[in-house]
């Protein structure tokens, strides 16, 4: 971590204060009540949550904290989608829609609780009679369809662990994801769509399993009726014909509440991804307390999610945690501005959305666009807004609460991380809400911000953003590699760090400033420098690159890249092309430079490390601060 973070608050303080109605109605009506609790008994208080679910086996013991390893609920049995699907089928909520699914092109496609269960229980089955067993890595590349999350609750349901890679990725990015699981599965789809262009996802994937051994199985969903792509029966199967005879009953598996239920990848500051690895127990029980309380999500609503299941937003906050609770999820494959800008607006006029949770970025772009968009549509359904990503800044806050929320509905600015694997920074709803803070710690978690030895600073002073006490859906280990995982217990002591600056202020409302070390979060995607380094410097004409975040007005940060050149390569606008091409193909067209500069030396340090942060204040024109370990 080389970035210094003296920052200071120095705005005047102004909230936002929702109708009394909000609070009054809330499944947390008092915030500082329900946190105080919480400190008095912060086991009871997660026991008290875990009794809102079924279980197959109660616990022993609801925590066992060895620093830096957590277990909870010791010795239960569950499995999650018992609580997803099994008990809404066995009440009132069996016809009830669990899901409703617009494509690209419009076409909608809906599935009840029952149907839901059914069509989860056949891929189930079909799952099994391939030989996957419990433990066993199933890969999930797909496009936004309901047959991602059924792929999921499949998954779930026989005890595979999931590893789903979000269908952006490219050919080499997925490669790396498929051997560090030694995923045994593949599950993915001719194509995907965006903007009415069609993806190949399967020409990705057969380039992909071509260094990645462990694969024995593709399973393809094909939505091509008028050319279906070609099946190798040797090593592929249609996701229907798995299906076809199997029965709508699959028994769950008994899961231990610490088996390893999922795998995601998130960048790390190394070139290769770390596989957040998430226990089945803790998980179900943060995803589904925090659904509830922080969305205050009740039977009646209609929730809609506009992130990708592909990724954590995706988990907890599309599949596991909304259909725990029993509610309608609206899953959607297009883009926020397509076929026009109000093609969101238009969702959520049509299916009467409640809640309505996306990204900074794409209220940024909504921003740009103009408020004739929304205005076309009824928006008068919504109740709840929520932000997740990067920081909301206070510009897109007002501009969401006047033109989407009217005024009326409170904004839950949602601060978390893949590694969190449940929300835990939030304004609950109903309290005061201050712009370009995403708010206090949700009771249950015990957040604050700290300089290197963990002392708490003063109000209003920047530090490292951190978490004190273990939470139930806190990330067990990285797959593969533990020491990474108590990187994050043992930087700063006896604190989990987070990666990010923050400040907070006197009423301990904490304000998120960016990440602290070299991640790049582009349109809330994020992005490892090393990765996209790497990526340019396989390219035959580089000798090497450094890659650094710069502000950008929508996406937040856009990347540019310093690159130097092969002796006898020549700089040219062709090769600038290529080596976008390079980016793209390998990692996916999200992590693509904006700009790219040919420079012949890079600041570095006596080690030889490059320091970004040099090449990033000469770029802004800022002061680089300490240069004592540069090198001259
Ligand atoms: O920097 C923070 C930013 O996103 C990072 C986590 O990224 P990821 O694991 O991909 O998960 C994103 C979705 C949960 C964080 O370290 N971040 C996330 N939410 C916020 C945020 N920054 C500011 N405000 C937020 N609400």
Redesign the pocket.
């Known amino acids: 971590m080389e970035e210094d973070f003296d920052v200071r608050l120095v705005e005047e303080v102004k909230y936002y204060r929702p109708a009394p109605e909000y609070r009054k109605n809330a499944w947390t009506d008092d915030y500082e009540r329900a946190y105080a609790e919480f400190l008095a008994d912060p086991v009871g208080f997660w026991e008290r949550q875990a009794h809102h679910l079924e279980w197959f086996r109660p616990w022993d013991s609801v925590r066992e904290w060895d620093y830096p390893y957590a277990r909870w609920f010791v010795g239960a049995k569950l499995n999650i989608t018992h609580n997803c699907l099994d008990r809404h089928v066995a009440d009132h909520r069996r016809n009830k829609v669990a899901l409703i699914w617009r494509g690209d092109e419009g076409e909608e496609r809906i599935y009840t609780y029952y149907k839901l269960w059914r069509e989860v229980n056949r891929f189930a089955n079909g799952l099994r009679s391939l030989g996957v067993k419990k433990g066993d890595r199933v890969c999930i590349y797909m496009p936004v369809v309901p047959e991602q999350a059924i792929a999921m609750l499949a998954c779930a349901r026989i005890g595979a662990v999931h590893s789903v890679v979000f269908g952006g990725f490219g050919a080499q990015a997925l490669t790396t994801r498929l051997n560090d699981a030694e995923t045994k599965v593949v599950i993915t789809a001719d194509i995907g769509y965006r903007r009415g262009k069609r993806i190949p996802l399967i020409t990705i994937v057969e380039d992909a399993v071509i260094d990645a051994p462990s694969v024995e199985r593709i399973v393809i969903l094909r939505r091509q009726q008028e050319y279906p792509v070609d099946i190798h029966p040797e090593r592929e199967t249609d996701f229907y014909e798995l299906m076809e005879g199997q029965p709508f009953e699959c028994a769950p598996e008994v899961m231990d509440a610490e088996d390893p239920f999922f795998i995601l990848y ?1 960048s790390g500051s190394t070139g290769k991804p770390k596989g957040i690895v998430h226990a089945c127990g803790g998980y179900m029980v943060g995803a589904h307390y925090t659904t509830r309380h922080v969305f205050d999500f009740k039977d009646n609503d209609v929730y809609w999610c506009t ?1 990708d299941p592909g ?3 995706g988990h907890t906050y599309v599949v596991y945690g909304p259909l725990m609770v029993g509610g309608t999820v609206v899953l959607v494959e297009g883009t926020p501005d397509y076929p026009d800008p109000g093609a969101f607006w238009k969702i959520i006029e049509d299916l009467g959305v409640t809640i309505f949770y996306t990204a ?1 970025t794409a209220i940024r772009m909504f921003m740009k666009v103009g408020e004739q968009w929304p205005d076309k549509y009824d928006l008068r359904s919504l109740r709840v807004l929520g ?6 800044n206070p510009e897109a806050f007002e501009w969401y609460y006047r033109v989407i929320g009217k005024g009326r509905c409170p904004i839950v ?8 694997g449940m ?1 835990m ?2 304004t609950m709803i109903g309290e005061p809400m201050r712009p370009g803070f ?1 708010g206090r710690p949700i009771p249950g978690v015990v957040a604050d911000v700290v300089n290197k030895a963990g002392e708490s600073v003063p109000a209003g002073t920047g530090g490292l ?1 951190v978490i004190r006490e273990p939470w139930p859906a806190m990330l067990r280990t990285v797959y593969g590699d533990d020491a990474r995982y108590r990187q994050y217990w043992e930087t700063v002591p006896g604190c989990y760090l ?3 600056l923050a400040i907070k202020d006197k009423d301990g409302y904490i304000m ?1 400033i ?2 602290a070390d070299d ?1 790049i ?1 582009v349109s ?3 992005i490892g420098t090393a990765e996209v380094e790497s990526a340019l410097v396989s390219h035959h004409a580089v000798a090497e690159a450094a890659v650094i975040g710069k502000p950008d007005p929508l996406k937040g940060n856009q990347i540019k890249a310093f690159v130097i050149l092969k002796l006898g390569q020549a700089p040219s606008e062709r090769l600038k092309n290529d080596l976008v091409y390079q980016v793209r193909m390998m990692l996916g067209p999200f992590a693509v430079p904006s700009e790219i500069e040919f420079v012949d030396t890079l600041p570095k340090t006596r080690s030889g490390k490059i320091m970004r942060r040099v090449l990033k204040a000469r770029e802004l024109g800022v002061d680089p601060g300490d240069l004592s370990t540069l090198e001259e």
Do not use: C, F, K, M
Request: charged share 15%; net charge negative.
């Open positions: 998130t992130a990724w954590i937003t900074p932000s997740v990503g990067e920081p909301l600015d949602t601060w978390w991380q893949t590694e969190t929300q920074i939030t995403a953003l987070a990666g990010d998120v960016g990440r991640l979060i809330g995607h994020n």
